[in-house]
């Protein structure tokens, strides 16, 4: 079994999601082969490149930091398969997000905010969250990865983590924005802004306007256990509330470039959600520096599973036939 030297958001989910899952992607002595980057994936890559780069030369200048030249970070997060056609389409998604306007709200809460924005590439770090009855006593805390998209304290001190998202680019159905959004902004030639939603009730909370009706776990709770973890990797304690907020770009077919619409989310995640996350992560990160993954099974039988799935690893990276590694790529994940 590999060792693993952090948690991300991402790999939280997929254990709470599908256990087996989890250990084929991660702990498997030979790792299964990684899927391809799609198109769909790619263009949210694509998208925050052209949105951290125009971003951060606005605040900061150009040759400031080659990290977050634009090219840098393309071809950083694009795969080389997919760069000609997202280049394209993620500038068409950059340019739909800055005539909303929602560029230019977001630009000028940066420029007025409290010390340095920060815009990462990659962030990593141990938290460290004790409260009796929700974690379990294990000194040296949980190691996190994440990638933060904006983080910054507004001029009223209240810390805003923040999160693109790119839903239904590549789809043959119209995709319809999460519930609770503050503001719905066309973005591709339609006229108005249309907001709130009906489940939302706007109102200011420490400087920033955000729906208090709802919190993001109620939205979503992948995107409150993501905005957590990066709120705790920023410097926030476990359980300290913040704002989180996603800016949602939802798609709708219209030929080879889709109508696109903005759905502002700016909600909290309630202390309680966060140190149930927190809870989860460190039995997670307990259980995969252990020899007893599969806690629902005896021990014996919980090893006898592994040796399973990583023989089945072995065959997905070394298949006997061109047929079977077809089956092996379809197959994966049931």
Known sequence: MRKIEYLSPSSLALWLKDKREYYLSYLCETRAPRMAQTQPM??????????KNFLHEKLFGKANDSRFELVTIFEAQVEAHNRDWAWEHGKYVFECYRNSG???????????????????????????????????????????????????????GCHVILDFKVNGYCGNHNTSPKAGYLRLRPGSGQVGVTGPHKDCIPMVWQGTMINIGKYLEDVDQDWARQLSIYGWLVGLEVGEEAVTAIDQIVC????????IRIAEHRLRVKSQFQWETYAKAQELWEIIHSDHIFRDMPLEESKSACQLLDNQCESLKNPATPEDAMFNQMTRGF
């Open 252 to 259: 709708k077919p219209n030929g080879k470039f889709p109508l």
């Open 102 to 156: 929602a560029l230019s709200d977001l630009l000028l809460e940066l420029e007025s905010s409290v010390g340095t924005p920060r815009f990462e590439i990659e962030v990593r770090g141990v938290v460290n969250g004790q409260r009796e009855g929700i974690t379990r006593d294990m000194p040296g805390g949980v190691t996190f990865l994440g990638k933060p998209d904006v983080f910054y304290i507004n001029k009223h």
């Open 42 to 51: 790619s263009i949210g890559s694509a998208f925050d490149a052209y949105a």
